[in-house]
């Protein structure tokens, strides 16, 4: 309807400046409409069985003849006395009637007041008795239209403006569809109730009975916008047949109760208020249901933060304005009820911005905040009436004690409490905070770093990102977090779980993990240069000194004794190496290995047999990797010439992909047990965890062919091992006496 009306395919910038400037014209109307009324020049307010005068225009018809601070009890035509009342000068035409039946003889009485201002001739009586005749004029100028109009008409305005501008980019979405409704709501409200509070003194029956009306439908269809929107927004909880019924709803009791008005019995309160009383009962609900469900949705939960504290403003603003001046004995709630549309403006741009365009970087600490600004305030009331009701104080000492015990003992305790629950546990605790630096600084920068971001974030997802930024930001309206890292930057995606959004203390928080994580690294690499350099000359000393001493003393023993020292000279050759901190080649390991067999089977006396190796990938190992290596083939030759006295041992070797395949064989010339009757004692134990330390596995057996005992074992290679290097294949066809050192 509306839609069709607009033009389905009008380009949204169109379709908001139609809707304005509509509204813009019923606003001229409205006025056009209020400078036609008699005009007296004075204002009023209600006082006790009379209208007080609140002031006079010294330009007016009254100038000169009444003053403020005079009372009218009455006005006098062709011998007739219309009494005036109080409620005469409410601005709100329904705040003191309380039915329905009532509220049309008030309707009534004002027409009446309205024929007797429209006549030549006419006297007020003042309270203390005198008669005084004014003449009022036929017209007003625009220029003596009260403020409270023109701030009716800037918010009607503004609701349509921001309503149709959510709409006409989303038509489709009832939940723009429900806020659209609030937005027109808001403004017919607002232009009718503009014109009814903005009468000098009174206003035609007629016309009381149509702005009457239509303030009633535009209050219920607001209403019922409201709940639509909260049932379609952020999560969608009802269909859109429930939403057609709930607007159809409000708007039949509009025009029945507000406009029909059918029995005269009925309570205005019934009739008026009943429903937005509803409205708003039905809407804390779906708040309840639409947290539960944004339970781990962050953006959806942070767009419904943002909804309940525009609403909450709203209400509490509404609140304030209208019992705070109670309180302090000031006013009445008539006096201020018309600002009540400004609230709900507020409240429309607030869902505006949490529906179309919000910020959330903030939202979390902003909520917070606001709660405790509101709680601070509501606790000075709360304690300015207690001690009134209580104690009978003067209302200024009231005031100033209230204050003086909130802001020495709530506010206090309020910033002890927030700074403890807005700080993340990290921010809480400097020692967990060094402690996940130091624990995750241990392996690769970025590695390590992604890991220490994971432990303090518990982000759902965390990926690289091409840019590195020079400091952590907020992204995805707070659904991401991207921060700078020693290689590159990386981006953590919902945070806490999805529990909550990111938000600029996390960007900050990010940043001094950055700048802890690069000292400690950098301390790190301090201590272990040291250490390398400190190993580096332990391992120097080592072999220009003990190594040259044994060499030395193996060229003057026996060979028992020549044979021990060789076993020595290995061992620190092997230390040196390890101290050494070197990250030998994969053929240079594997030599040094080949050369040591051949070393120990020539003083043995043994023939030997391990075929060079042509393809090898290049690889780099670490220290502790090659060690084991050099450990294993070790420890397979002391066995074999320690056990089995063998005259053969054969080595091979092959490399599939990252593992590295080794069998060793021997013969033996000894009796001794057989393999499978073996106990591992610590030589057998030390060759398990040593291939299980590099992903790996050793198993030993009889060959029952050739009579050989045979080690067959992998070993898992460093990641830097890119494809597939497959050694010759070695294949051994021993004679009955192979030469020594073939390969």
Same mark, same amino acid.
């Given at each position: 309807m509306m839609r069709a009306a607009l033009g389905r395919n009008m380009a949204p910038v169109r379709v908001v400046v139609l809707l304005v400037l509509l509204t813009a014209g019923v606003l001229t109307a409205a006025a056009l409409f209020l400078t036609a009324q008699p005009y007296l020049g004075f204002e009023t307010r209600p006082a006790s069985d009379a209208v007080l005068i609140h002031a006079v225009d010294a330009r007016g018809p009254s100038a000169g003849r009444l003053k403020a601070g005079e009372r009218l009890v009455a006005i006098e035509h062709a011998g007739q006395l219309e009494p005036l009342r109080a409620r005469d000068a409410f601005a709100e035409i329904d705040v003191a009637e309380r039915t329905l039946g009532q509220l049309h003889t008030y309707r009534q009485h004002q027409g009446a007041l309205l024929e007797i201002l429209r006549q030549p001739a006419s006297q007020?009586?003042?309270?203390?008795? $005198?008669?005084?005749? %004014? +003449?009022?004029?036929?017209?007003?100028?625009?220029?003596?239209? =009260?403020? &409270?109009?023109?701030?009716?008409?800037?918010?009607?305005?503004?609701? %349509?403006?921001?309503?149709?501008?959510?709409?006409?980019?989303? +038509? &489709?979405?009832?939940?723009?569809?429900?806020? @659209?409704?609030?937005?027109?709501?808001?403004? /017919? !409200?607002?232009?009718?109730?503009?014109?009814? #509070?903005?009468?000098?003194l009174a206003l035609g029956s007629q016309a009381l009975w149509t702005l009457s009306a239509l303030n009633q439908i535009g209050t219920q269809l607001y209403s019922g916008g409201y709940v639509v929107t909260m049932l379609r927004y952020p999560q969608v909880l009802g269909s859109v047949r429930q939403c057609r019924w709930i607007l159809a709803g409000f708007l039949v009791w509009a025009l029945v109760f507000g406009a029909a008005q059918p029995w005269d019995a009925m309570p205005t309160d019934l009739a008026f208020r009943a429903p937005i009383l509803l409205a708003l009962s039905w809407a804390l609900v779906l708040a309840l249901r639409q947290w539960l469900a944004s339970r781990n949705r962050p953006v959806e939960r942070a767009a419904l933060l943002w909804y309940l504290f525009a609403w909450f403003v709203g209400g509490v603003a509404f609140v304030v304005m209208q019992i705070l001046p109670v309180l302090l004995g000031e006013t009445s709630p008539s006096e201020t009820q018309v600002f009540a549309f400004g609230f709900l403006l507020l409240t429309n741009i607030g869902i505006a911005l949490g529906v179309v365009r919000y910020r959330l970087f903030e939202l979390g600490a902003w909520w917070a905040r606001a709660w405790g600004a509101v709680l601070g305030g509501g606790l000075v009331i709360a304690v300015d009436a207690l001690i009134l009701s209580v104690l009978r104080l003067d209302t200024g000492l009231s005031l100033a004690l209230s204050l003086a015990l909130v802001g020495w003992a709530y506010f206090p305790l309020r910033q002890i409490l927030w700074r403890r629950l807005t700080r993340s546990p990290m921010e809480r605790d400097e020692g967990a905070l060094l402690k996940a630096v130091l624990q995750a600084s241990g392996?690769?920068?970025?590695?390590?770093?992604? $890991?220490?971001? #994971?432990?303090?974030?518990?982000?759902?997802?965390?990926?690289?990102?091409?840019? &590195? =930024?020079?400091?952590?930001?907020?992204?995805?309206?707070?659904?991401?977090? *991207?921060? =700078?890292? =020693?290689?590159?930057?990386?981006?953590?995606?919902? /945070? !806490?779980?999805?529990?909550?959004?990111?938000?600029? &203390?996390?960007?900050?928080?990010?940043?001094? @993990?950055?700048? @802890?994580?690069?000292?400690? +690294?950098?301390?790190?690499?301090?201590?272990?240069?040291?250490?390398? @350099?400190? $190993?580096?000359?332990?391992?120097?000393?080592?072999?220009?000194?003990?190594?040259?001493?044994?060499?030395?003393?193996?060229?003057?023993?026996?060979?028992?004794?020549?044979?021990? /020292? #060789?076993?020595?000279?290995?061992? %620190?050759?092997? *230390?040196?190496?390890?101290?050494a901190g070197q990250n030998p080649l994969l053929a240079e390991c594997l030599a040094d290995c080949r050369n040591e067999l051949a070393d120990r089977c020539e003083q043995a006396d043994i023939h030997w047999r391990w075929p060079m190796q042509t393809s090898l990938p290049t690889v780099r190992l670490s220290a502790q990797w090659s060690l084991d290596l050099v450990r294993i083939m070790r420890e397979l030759t002391n066995n074999a010439i320690k056990h089995a006295a063998p005259s053969r041992i054969a080595v091979s070797l092959q490399i599939t992909g990252q593992a590295l395949r080794f069998e060793f064989r021997h013969d033996a010339t000894r009796p001794f047990a057989p393999p499978d009757a073996w106990r591992q004692n610590l030589g057998l134990r030390n060759l398990v965890r040593r291939c299980r330390a590099h992903g790996g596995e050793i198993r030993w057996a009889w060959d029952e062919a050739s009579a050989d005992v045979v080690f067959q074992g992998t070993l898992s290679l460093p990641q830097n091992a890119g494809g597939e290097h497959a050694a010759e294949p070695a294949e051994y066809a021993f004679a009955s006496a192979p030469d020594q050192g073939s390969s």
């Amino acid at each position: 309807m509306m839609r069709a009306a607009l033009g389905r395919n009008m380009a949204p910038v169109r379709v908001v400046v139609l809707l304005v400037l509509l509204t813009a014209g019923v606003l001229t109307a409205a006025a056009l409409f209020l400078t036609a009324q008699p005009y007296l020049g004075f204002e009023t307010r209600p006082a006790s069985d009379a209208v007080l005068i609140h002031a006079v225009d010294a330009r007016g018809p009254s100038a000169g003849r009444l003053k403020a601070g005079e009372r009218l009890v009455a006005i006098e035509h062709a011998g007739q006395l219309e009494p005036l009342r109080a409620r005469d000068a409410f601005a709100e035409i329904d705040v003191a009637e309380r039915t329905l039946g009532q509220l049309h003889t008030y309707r009534q009485h004002q027409g009446a007041l309205l024929e007797i201002l429209r006549q030549p001739a006419s006297q007020w009586v003042i309270d203390d008795g $005198r008669f005084i005749a %004014i +003449r009022a004029e036929a017209r007003r100028s625009v220029f003596s239209l =009260p403020a &409270n109009f023109w701030f009716h008409g800037l918010v009607a305005l503004i609701g %349509i403006a921001i309503s149709a501008g959510v709409w006409a980019y989303r +038509r &489709n979405d009832w939940a723009a569809r429900g806020f @659209l409704a609030m937005g027109v709501g808001l403004a /017919v !409200a607002a232009a009718s109730a503009g014109v009814y #509070t903005s009468r000098e003194l009174a206003l035609g029956s007629q016309a009381l009975w149509t702005l009457s009306a239509l303030n009633q439908i535009g209050t219920q269809l607001y209403s019922g916008g409201y709940v639509v929107t909260m049932l379609r927004y952020p999560q969608v909880l009802g269909s859109v047949r429930q939403c057609r019924w709930i607007l159809a709803g409000f708007l039949v009791w509009a025009l029945v109760f507000g406009a029909a008005q059918p029995w005269d019995a009925m309570p205005t309160d019934l009739a008026f208020r009943a429903p937005i009383l509803l409205a708003l009962s039905w809407a804390l609900v779906l708040a309840l249901r639409q947290w539960l469900a944004s339970r781990n949705r962050p953006v959806e939960r942070a767009a419904l933060l943002w909804y309940l504290f525009a609403w909450f403003v709203g209400g509490v603003a509404f609140v304030v304005m209208q019992i705070l001046p109670v309180l302090l004995g000031e006013t009445s709630p008539s006096e201020t009820q018309v600002f009540a549309f400004g609230f709900l403006l507020l409240t429309n741009i607030g869902i505006a911005l949490g529906v179309v365009r919000y910020r959330l970087f903030e939202l979390g600490a902003w909520w917070a905040r606001a709660w405790g600004a509101v709680l601070g305030g509501g606790l000075v009331i709360a304690v300015d009436a207690l001690i009134l009701s209580v104690l009978r104080l003067d209302t200024g000492l009231s005031l100033a004690l209230s204050l003086a015990l909130v802001g020495w003992a709530y506010f206090p305790l309020r910033q002890i409490l927030w700074r403890r629950l807005t700080r993340s546990p990290m921010e809480r605790d400097e020692g967990a905070l060094l402690k996940a630096v130091l624990q995750a600084s241990g392996d690769s920068a970025q590695a390590s770093w992604q $890991r220490l971001l #994971t432990n303090v974030y518990q982000p759902l997802e965390i990926h690289p990102v091409a840019e &590195n =930024p020079d400091c952590a930001r907020v992204a995805q309206d707070g659904a991401a977090l *991207i921060v =700078p890292g =020693p290689e590159q930057g990386t981006l953590l995606k919902w /945070v !806490a779980r999805g529990r909550r959004l990111a938000d600029s &203390n996390d960007a900050q928080l990010a940043d001094r @993990l950055s700048r @802890l994580f690069a000292r400690i +690294r950098q301390y790190r690499e301090a201590v272990a240069e040291g250490a390398q @350099l400190e $190993r580096q000359r332990i391992a120097q000393d080592l072999h220009d000194d003990v190594g040259a001493r044994l060499l030395s003393v193996r060229q003057r023993v026996d060979a028992s004794t020549a044979e021990a /020292v #060789t076993e020595i000279l290995a061992d %620190i050759r092997t *230390i040196v190496h390890s101290l050494a901190g070197q990250n030998p080649l994969l053929a240079e390991c594997l030599a040094d290995c080949r050369n040591e067999l051949a070393d120990r089977c020539e003083q043995a006396d043994i023939h030997w047999r391990w075929p060079m190796q042509t393809s090898l990938p290049t690889v780099r190992l670490s220290a502790q990797w090659s060690l084991d290596l050099v450990r294993i083939m070790r420890e397979l030759t002391n066995n074999a010439i320690k056990h089995a006295a063998p005259s053969r041992i054969a080595v091979s070797l092959q490399i599939t992909g990252q593992a590295l395949r080794f069998e060793f064989r021997h013969d033996a010339t000894r009796p001794f047990a057989p393999p499978d009757a073996w106990r591992q004692n610590l030589g057998l134990r030390n060759l398990v965890r040593r291939c299980r330390a590099h992903g790996g596995e050793i198993r030993w057996a009889w060959d029952e062919a050739s009579a050989d005992v045979v080690f067959q074992g992998t070993l898992s290679l460093p990641q830097n091992a890119g494809g597939e290097h497959a050694a010759e294949p070695a294949e051994y066809a021993f004679a009955s006496a192979p030469d020594q050192g073939s390969s």
